[in-house]
């Protein structure tokens, strides 16, 4: 398929929906007031919308087959010729005057194809069964795609209009509940039906909508249409509204915003006109005006030539397609002490640490999916000289923009993967730094779920602590060990204050336990591990030469509530963290040599292990009952 051309769209096989039905006059339901507006408008759609007629498929129909269905009530409707100066309709923009919206129009062609060279330009891949004609296997899952139209705000003004207009002419009002269909809704209704005839593959997907659907956005946008329409509703509204709060409020945003200013006619505009109108018959009077103005042809009042050459001409088109994200979830462990969980920049853009957990995990999904960024949201974060061990810390990884996604059937051998790929010591992880367990795929009702249980969190840690003076195992566990549910209150650390509030915060310390007790003397004591209770080789906790100092060191193993700050617990930070280790201690000056997460736990995950222990428990005893 040639990308400078469309193929012909196939049409449907379906029998054509009846029109009399749903276009049968009632009283003086729509007929009175579609006379008035047909032939002025001479846009037999915008004539039946703002009549009052709301059925889709009427607004689908060709117009050949519109005027057939109403020729039997109002006479033959084909005598009616278009003027040469309002071959534009003021209401839809000329964007509902194609003769048949289902045919391959210039505009729906336009539009279709640029949607597909998009999706072509940007490489998405696209399942294999999709052949070049649009055809997909039955076995194949459609690709899902919403469809998100952007139109000048002003038309909800200028439909308004018009009702005011049948109003004030002949003393006529009639409008369902909410107002006449948009003309967003009637194009949105087309273009879905012309891509889903092109692509077959395409399916309107639902709400919310799954990982990898195409997001499908255009604008339509006439500037100097724009700019009249801001004009006039300058014009027609009282001078109390321009002068309010809220009209220089919004236009002093935009101007400091410095986008879209080309954009006058906003709808909190549109809004406060709406509401005026409802109730002032002057402004009321002037947008009839208005109206019968714009019937005429009298777009713009400029008599620049190319102006109105500009006002009468389509829609200027901007066409976007993006994918929606996919979310990853699983667990990261992180060995080293010196990798933040995120990118850390420092004034002049030099960075800090190693490559980061972020970075390491979203590079081999970078190469297998091209996004156009990745995100990773962790529960919690760890400091960048704190490991992370234990199960994981559980994190959530958004991949946006994804060229490629997981399929729906066989995705998890993807995702495994990739997982494999993270934790290859290559790349950014040569070291082995960093390591993801339970990889799978998710949505983005995880990312609440992760924010919801934050307060139930319950984090482990384990850090290697010094205290000044000598401290035996009894009094450990009589002043810390014997400590259950010990409030704590934290003042905002000094090392955060710069960007955290000054607030004072109660923490919870649930448990603590102590071990690998070691009194240092003498000066030039070894300070390696192995002391009075024996350490553990190559745990990580200490370094060679680094408790030398007069004191007692040993392992404090904490249990605590989420967002404690276990290095300000430790040290007192001058005085800001009441209680802590020091004062439990008797006022022993006392520092953090290590730290390390050992879990994160939330509630209900706790809970789970519980009762699986437990099962695992019952089925060891029968067992050993069988013996």
């Known amino acids: 398929m040639a990308e400078s051309a469309l193929p012909p769209i196939p049409r449907s096989s379906t029998k054509p929906v009846e029109l009399l039905p749903s276009l049968r006059p009632n009283g003086d339901h729509w007929l009175p007031a ?16 703002v009549a ?8 689908l129909a060709s117009e050949k087959r519109l005027r057939a269905t109403l020729a039997p009530v109002l006479g033959d409707l084909t005598l009616a010729t278009a003027r040469p100066d309002a071959a534009v309709c003021p209401l839809c923009l000329g964007l509902l005057q194609d003769p048949d919206l289902m045919k391959d129009t210039p505009l729906m062609s336009s539009v279709v194809e640029a949607i597909v060279l998009q999706i072509k330009k940007k490489g998405y891949v696209l399942p294999e069964a999709v052949e070049s004609s649009g055809t997909i296997s039955n076995k194949e899952t459609k690709l899902g795609f919403i469809l998100g139209l952007t139109l000048p705000a002003s038309l909800a003004i200028r439909d308004r209009a018009a009702l005011h207009w049948l109003e004030a002419s002949v003393n006529l009002f009639y409008c369902r509940s909410g107002g006449p269909v948009e003309v967003k809704d009637i194009l949105k209704f087309a273009i879905e039906e012309h891509l889903q005839q092109y692509l077959p593959c395409f399916a309107t997907a639902p709400s919310p909508p799954s990982p990898g659907t195409f997001k499908l956005d255009l604008s339509f946008f006439k500037p100097s249409v724009d ?18 709060k809220a009209y220089r409020r919004t236009r002093k945003r935009k101007k400091h915003a410095g986008t879209n200013l080309e954009n006058l006619c906003t709808s909190t505009m549109v809004g406060h006109v709406v509401g005026v109108a409802a109730g002032d018959g002057e402004v009321r009077k002037k947008m009839a005006d208005w109206f019968e103005c714009l019937s005429e042809g009298n777009f713009i009042d400029h008599t620049d030539e ?11 088109t901007t066409v976007s397609v993006t994918r929606e994200a996919f979310y990853l979830k699983g667990k990261y462990l992180k060995f080293s002490r010196e990798m933040p969980q995120t990118l850390w920049l420092l004034e002049g853009g030099v960075r800090k640490g190693k490559a980061s957990v972020e970075e390491v995990i979203s590079e081999p999904v970078r190469e297998w999916c091209e996004p156009e960024s990745v995100v990773l949201m962790g529960s919690g974060r760890e400091d960048m000289d704190v490991r992370m061990l234990g199960h994981g810390r559980p994190f959530l990884l958004q991949v946006n923009d994804p060229r490629r996604v997981p399929k729906e059937e066989g995705g998890q051998e993807e995702v495994a993967a990739l997982q494999a790929a993270i934790n290859a010591k290559m790349g950014l992880n040569r070291e082995g730094d960093v390591v993801v367990r339970e990889l799978s795929v998710s949505d983005r009702r995880q990312v609440k779920i992760m924010h919801a249980g934050a307060a139930e969190k319950q984090k482990v840690y384990a850090c290697r602590v010094w205290v000044g003076g000598k401290v035996g195992r009894e009094e450990l566990s009589k002043c810390l060990e014997s400590k259950r549910d010990l409030a704590v209150e934290q003042m905002t650390p000094i090392r955060v204050l710069h960007r955290r509030a000054l607030l004072t915060r109660r923490k919870d310390i649930y448990e603590m336990r102590c071990e690998d007790v070691k009194v240092v003397e003498k000066e030039g004591e070894d300070g390696r591990e192995g002391g009075k209770e024996g350490g553990r080789e190559g745990d990580g906790m ?5 408790e030398e100092a007069l004191g007692t060191y040993f392992t404090l193993h904490l249990r605590t509530a989420a967002g404690t700050y276990i290095k300000e617990f430790v040290h007192g930070d001058m005085g800001r963290t009441r209680p802590n280790v020091g004062s439990l201690l008797g006022g022993l000056s006392a520092d953090l040599l290590a730290l390390d997460v050992t879990g994160v736990v939330v509630e209900e995950e ?5 009762e699986k222990e437990k099962e695992e428990g019952v089925e060891e005893e029968e067992e050993e009952e069988e013996e």
């Open 227 to 244: 700019a009249d329409d801001y004009r006039h509703i300058c014009s027609i509204m009282p001078r109390t509204y321009l002068e309010g």
């Open 34 to 49: 579609f006379q008035r507006l047909y032939p002025k408008l001479e846009c037999l759609r915008c004539s039946l919308r």
């Open 606 to 610: 706790e809970e789970e292990e519980k």
């Open 542 to 546: 200490t370094e060679e030469g680094v």
């Open 306 to 316: 190319h102006q109105k050459k500009e006002a009468a001409s389509p829609a200027v």
């Open 52 to 59: 009052g007629v709301w059925q889709r498929h009427v607004f």
